[in-house]
Each structure stands twice: as C-alpha cells, then as structure tokens.
C-alpha cells in the first residue's frame, strides 16, 4: 500500500473521477481503484496525456484566423443576452 499526498484541488479532481468510474461500473470505487483505472488510462492514451502537458490547444498561435486583437462589444447586456448570443437561446 502507498500514501500518496495531494491537495485539495487534487481530492477534487480524483472524486470526480471516482464518481465517473462509479457511473460506469454501477458500484463503488475505492480511491486506490480509482487511481489505478486512471494511470491504466493514460498509459493506454499516451498520445492524449502528452497533448494534455503541453496545454490548452484552444488558442493556435500558427493558425491565419486566430487574430487576438478581435474584439466584440455587445454594449449593454443580461444573461438572456449572452444566451442568446453564445447558444442561439431565445
């Protein structure tokens, strides 16, 4: 058995797994399971881990359309508003 220390934001992240895995498999996970199916994954996906250390991929530097001095003003706005605007609500 091994004591692994983590913060708080760690614990957090590993409920939420746990509550995954315990979706999946219709009983409960222990912590020591949870990190188990975890480290199985990324040794499996590899690729995916490696992608997830480098960063967010959400802002491609090398992409022509990617111009951060765009900016958008919607003037005045409520949360209707940005609904609408970002999810095509009414």
Avoid: C
């Amino acid at each position: 058995m091994t004591t692994i220390r983590m913060t708080s934001t760690q614990k957090q992240k590993l409920r939420k797994a746990q509550e995954i895995l315990e979706k999946g498999s219709r009983r409960r996970i222990s912590q020591g399971e949870a990190v188990a199916a975890l480290a199985e994954f990324a040794l499996r996906n590899r690729v995916l881990l490696a992608r997830a250390q480098k960063g967010p991929m959400w802002m491609p530097e090398d992409d022509p359309f990617y111009d951060p001095s765009i900016v958008f003003d919607l003037g005045v706005t409520d949360e209707r508003t940005h609904d609408r605007t970002l999810y095509g609500r009414r």
